[in-house]
């Protein structure tokens, strides 16, 4: 919307909970941010989908009315490559109309002819291009342990590092593993990520991370074109939603709650 001046958006995703509820929040965002109900299309496709003729056509004639068009893809697994296909078959191309997924990362393009998807757009926490130290010994670590100098990393693999530094860092403060007490004592604490800076969990049981858009390089790596100054503690609920912008959560105690109503002063399901 601000660097390449997009007043249309397709949000396309895969018909299931996570596309659903990521595109209820960008359609409030968007409405919120004065963008008009038609200049917004919703589509939703089964897992495995692969007929994207008429999809992308469709999507071709949204963005033919004059104004900036983008995708925002939450389009997952095997699906992609179809998608990716049927654009470069229909001649979309990324400065026509730019795809920014978020569900493609290195693994995904892995498995692509990546030559059609050049320009194209990914917004994740975290790409193996990223070039620093802690990265690099990570990569080299992973490529020894699985004895293949082609396989990727990606940003799932670099929650799941983070995640475990921190419960194993938790479990030494709390001294036992007792779920609970884990629980209790992972608020606060925090580890370096493979970016160059900290990952902290926050009292909402969610992390500060960095934000950062790449664009799909023909080596199916990604350059990293813009990303946030500082990382981003992560919200549990979203401002833009009227059943959700009442709620916030605390896992400190006496607190202990993921849902608490500013509202009605109450914690979600309980009766007093």
Request: a negative charge; glycine letters at 8%; charged letters at 25%.
């Amino acid at each position: 919307m601000a660097d390449l001046d997009v007043e249309r958006w397709v949000l396309a995703g895969t018909d299931y909970v996570y596309p659903r509820t990521t595109n209820k929040i960008l359609e409030a965002y968007l409405k919120n941010k004065g963008v008009k109900a038609e200049d917004i299309m919703v589509s939703y496709t089964p897992f495995g989908h692969s007929d994207w003729q008429s999809i992308v056509s469709d999507i071709k004639k949204f963005g033919a009315s004059g104004k900036k068009t983008a995708v925002v893809s939450t389009i997952n697994g095997d699906a992609n490559v179809p998608f990716y296909k049927e654009l470069a078959a229909q001649g979309v191309k990324a400065e026509d109309i730019p795809v920014v997924a978020f569900s493609v990362g290195e693994e995904e393009l892995s498995g692509m002819d990546t030559s059609a998807l050049v320009g194209h757009l990914a917004a994740w926490n975290y790409f193996m291009s990223v070039e620093t130290d802690q990265n690099e010994a990570f990569v080299e670590k992973w490529h020894k342990f699985i004895k293949d100098d082609k396989r990727v990393t990606n940003d799932p693999m670099e929650a799941t590092y983070l995640g475990f530094k921190m419960w194993a860092k938790a479990v030494e403060k709390a001294g036992t593993t007792d779920s609970e007490e884990v629980q209790e004592s992972i608020i606060g604490v925090t580890v370096p990520n493979l970016s160059g800076g900290y990952a902290t969990m926050m009292p909402n049981h969610h992390i500060t991370k960095p934000v950062l858009i790449g664009e799909i390089q023909d080596d199916g790596q990604f350059v990293t074109v813009w990303e946030t100054s500082d990382v981003i503690a992560g919200d549990a609920w979203s401002d833009f939603l009227s059943g959700s912008k009442d709620l916030f959560a605390s896992w400190l105690k006496p607190m202990s709650c993921g849902s608490f109503n500013v509202t009605t002063g109450k914690c979600s399901g309980e009766s007093k």
